[in-house]
């Protein structure tokens, strides 16, 4: 695909149609090709990859349904986005003729170059976003099927080793050993396929919330204590600050539990020994905006601040997308999908809540969200 100008093939069997069209896209920030038949087109297409194709219904030998059929057909051309021409307004069989046929758009003449234009930029975007999101795909199958290979590898050698042992003698301490790491190497697989399952179901709102008015040290405190052992271990600094009167929150307090899990999972992995992580919670007003009016709600906000490696500015925003990993994730080493952010988003955002987070590489990062306060 083209970074500058965008390449658009036009494809009429009438020379003076594209001398007229090559005229009037002189001055315009496009590049074009010509062809004068189907056979053309199809030869052009496949070495010169053009961002689109403009293409004539009505030619002679092979008319542009044809065209359109063997672009669709050729692995190297399959992709190309093909608007087609059709010479009458009111042509509706043309129209879902070349729709059903694959083609991305209509147009007839005389053609609107303006028009043409437009269609043409929306295209290209469309072309570089679903481009980008084939390479985000395939970013994250690498880190699917890695983060499915390693324990399954693991679980199969230490399945082969106890096949291969002694039937007679008494396991040892090695092969119990082994046995522990099968099991860890299972909890792993099992969390990786939850967090898939969760994630479309989330996605999909089919996912039940039982909501209560909880303070919200009761969704913080059981995380600490569960990873109390974890951060000594790692010689991490942990504290906690809530401010004075903070209003209880509504939520699935078991659900909030995940989300806290995740963001002080993530903040302990990328933060040395000797570091701190701290969580701090207080109370915020913000402007709701609605269909009806603007409301001023109240919210408790908690903050975990690390002192960890940092993520660079450009890479903050993709943080909450599907099959992305931040550079930094990558370069510490830390394998995942990245699936434990988004969950985390869907969560709170179920819930009327928001997710942030403000980073600077080498200093650390702050991950936010907002909960909303429970009614009195």
Known sequence: MNDSEPII?????????????????????????????????????KENKPDIILLDIQMPEMDGFETLKRLRANPETAKIPVIFLTAQKKDPESIAKGLALG?????TKPID???????????????????????????????????????????KNVLELLQESDKTAPLSQDYFELINSAQMSGNRLLELVS???????????????????????????PILRQMEVQFRQKNVTLSTTYADGLPNVYVDAQKTEQVMMNFLSNALKFTKSGGTITIAADAITEKIHTELEDMNRRFVRVKITDSGVGIAQEEIPMLFKRYKQASSARTTRQKGTG?????????????????????????????????PVAEE
Do not use: W
């Open 9 to 45: 093939l036009v494809v009429d069997d009438t020379e003076d149609n594209l001398d007229l069209l090559e005229f009037a896209l002189k001055r315009k920030p496009i590049k074009m090709l010509r062809a004068t038949s189907g056979m053309a087109c199809l030869t052009l297409a």
């Open 103 to 107: 083609a991305d758009q209509y147009l």
């Open 113 to 155: 170059t303006e028009e043409l234009l437009v269609r043409t930029k929306m295209l290209v975007s469309l072309k570089k976003a679903e481009a980008e999101l084939e390479r985000l795909r395939a970013d994250f199958m690498a880190m699917l099927v890695h983060d499915l290979r390693s324990p399954l590898i693991g679980i």
């Open 195 to 221: 967090d898939l399952l969760d994630v479309s179901k989330y996605e999909a709102g089919n996912i039940a919330f039982d909501k209560a008015s909880v303070p919200v040290s009761r969704f913080i405190d």
């Open 339 to 371: 699936l434990g952010l988004v969950i985390c988003k869907l969560i709170v955002e179920a819930q009327g809540g928001t997710v942030g987070v403000q980073s600077e590489l080498g200093k650390g990062s702050t991950f936010s969200f907002t909960l």
